[in-house]
């Protein structure tokens, strides 16, 4: 009769369980492999995971304040250029501005001649092509001693009066007419070679000799202004068409004879021709 074996026994997990030596280091064996395993191949993943790079995630904090200093960074770049660029080229435009208005100011500082055009109605006695016909009509006007001056060349026009409206001209066109003499007024611009004192003169003395010729009244205080303006004239100049016209129109004064308005028409017409 065969002796019972005797079985060993253990717990395993709060339970017992027959010892089987062979099996359990088997079973052990088996689950070391597996242990040295996973930590191998937890070891690799945790080596690779090192190497790989962190990835940011649109959720993360610093991610969003990156964002902010980056897109503040170019509104305050893309302000300071568009700044400087609008700054620039208008502190460009204005230099050359003031240095105009100085150069405008030191011109009119002294009052230095210039070619100012000047517009003023003539009376015009024709336009000729005919050299002895244009003689012919310059000969009878001076006899009667009306004022004649020629310009221009094919045709050549014959001007015989001068004013500043075309309306202040109407008596002398009347004038004209009871000799016979054919008339044409239109406005006639000009450039003329004198300061502003000196024009404001000529056009006075313009003023004046139409307005006697149409019996219209000119008073003592107007006299006094036209003859501040002759006297601020030096030597020279009161020798040349404007003293001669002022002087003609003070004769007109004194005598009364229109000859003297028609004197004073001639050389207000020729200082047309000298400019």
């Known amino acids: 009769?065969?002796?019972?074996?005797?079985?060993?026994?253990?717990?395993?997990?709060?339970k017992e369980r027959p010892y089987r030596p062979y099996i359990e280091e088997k079973t052990m064996e088996r689950k070391e492999?597996?242990?040295v395993v996973e930590e191998r191949e937890h070891n690799e993943m945790s080596s690779e995971q090192k190497a790989r790079p962190r990835r940011w995630r649109a959720h993360s904090p610093r991610w969003r304040s990156a964002m902010v200093a980056i897109v503040l960074a170019v509104l305050l770049g893309t302000s300071?250029?568009?700044?400087?660029?609008?700054?620039i080229p208008k502190q460009e435009r204005e230099v050359p501005a003031s240095a105009t208005l100085k150069e405008e100011t030191i011109d009119e500082q002294n009052e230095s001649p210039s070619l100012d055009p000047l517009s003023v109605f003539v009376v015009q006695g024709g336009a000729f092509t005919n050299e002895q016909t244009l003689k012919t009509y310059v000969n009878k006007l001076q006899a009667a001693h009306f004022p004649t001056l020629t310009v221009g060349k094919d045709p050549v026009y014959l001007l015989i009066g001068i004013g500043l409206r075309k309306e202040d001209l109407a008596s002398f066109v009347e004038a004209y007419q009871q000799i016979g003499q054919e008339t044409y007024v239109k406005p006639w611009n000009v450039s003329v070679k004198m300061n502003k004192d000196h024009r404001q003169f000529f056009e006075e003395l313009i003023t004046f000799s139409t307005s006697l010729f149409s019996v219209k009244t000119i008073d003592e205080e107007q006299w006094k202004t036209l003859k501040t303006m002759y006297d601020q004239l030096d030597e020279t100049e009161k020798k040349g068409h404007l003293g001669k016209a002022y002087n003609a129109l003070l004769a007109y004064k004194q005598t009364n004879e229109k000859a003297a308005i028609w004197q004073a028409q001639q050389h207000l017409l020729n200082v047309l021709k000298s400019s």
């Open 80 to 87: 300071f250029g568009f700044g400087v660029l609008t700054i």
């Open 33 to 35: 492999d597996l242990m």
């Open 1 to 14: 009769m065969d002796k019972p074996t005797k079985t060993i026994t253990i717990k395993v997990n709060g």
